[in-house]
């Protein structure tokens, strides 16, 4: 059973970088997988941030692309994001999780962490 | 992006009602759509992939069907756990993966 579990400072200041990690067990980084990043702000919808493989190709939304950076380890099973400029509207649960590949490089998320708060605030 | 539209955004059922939540998209997107429950503080769970298929472990009353544009989340018979928010998610085409803005399902 695959898990994935974030971490990083909980508050952030405007203008600051972003910065979690997600550490999975259960399985490999190196798995025929991508592992992803998605916010969700509160009360409100889902946000895919970007992705990376264990090659550390990555890809990222276009929304956010000039201020994220989602990086791997594979000697500590684990990926990256930092968001930087951040602003009140970064403010959000981040999750990590993991994306099925299916016809070729698109798919869905099956595994997923709990969630982690990031508020940004001075 | 294609964008996902999802009705109702929210709405009322009883326990043994039988519900469908519907997921449109801004253009075809074939079959490459999944399904997610979303209760209050925890993840989304993923609960149906390529409109119709059921993850592993995922009960039987939940069903999903469409392609092309249109989509729709079935429960044949409501529970108690199943009263949470529900989100579409398209994967015909990215970046950006985007996803409806959600379904919020309460008891009545």
């Not at chain 1, 998605?38 to 895919?48: A, I, S, Y």
């Not at chain 1, 956010?64 to 099973?77: G, H, M, Y």
């Not at chain 2, 999903?64 to 529900?86: H, V």
Request: with cysteine.
């Amino acid at each position: 059973q695959v898990q994935l579990q974030e971490s990083g400072p909980g508050l952030v200041k405007p203008s600051g970088t972003l910065s979690l990690t997600c550490a999975v067990s259960g399985g490999s980084i190196s798995s025929s997988n991508w592992w992803s990043w998605v916010r969700q702000p509160p009360g409100k919808g889902l946000e895919w941030i970007g992705e990376i493989y264990h090659s550390g190709s990555t890809n990222y939304n276009p929304s956010l692309k000039s201020r994220v950076t989602i990086s791997v380890d594979k000697s500590k099973n684990q990926f990256s994001l930092k968001l930087s400029s951040v602003t009140a509207a970064d403010t959000a649960v981040y999750y990590c999780a993991r994306k099925i590949a299916v016809a070729g490089t698109v798919g869905y998320f099956d595994y997923w962490g709990q969630g982690t708060l990031v508020t940004v605030s001075s | 992006a294609i964008r996902m539209t999802q009705s109702p955004s929210s709405f009322s059922a009883s326990t043994g009602d039988r519900v469908t939540i519907t997921c449109r998209a801004s253009q075809g997107i074939s079959s490459y759509l999944a399904w997610y429950q979303q209760k209050p503080g925890k993840a989304p769970k993923l609960l149906i992939y390529a409109a119709s298929t059921l993850q592993s472990g995922v009960p039987s009353r939940f069903s999903g069907s469409g392609s092309g544009t249109d989509f729709t989340l079935t429960i044949s018979c409501l529970q108690s756990e199943d009263f949470a928010t529900y989100y579409c998610q398209q994967y015909y085409s990215y970046p950006p993966y985007t996803f409806g803005q959600g379904t919020k399902l309460e008891i009545k």
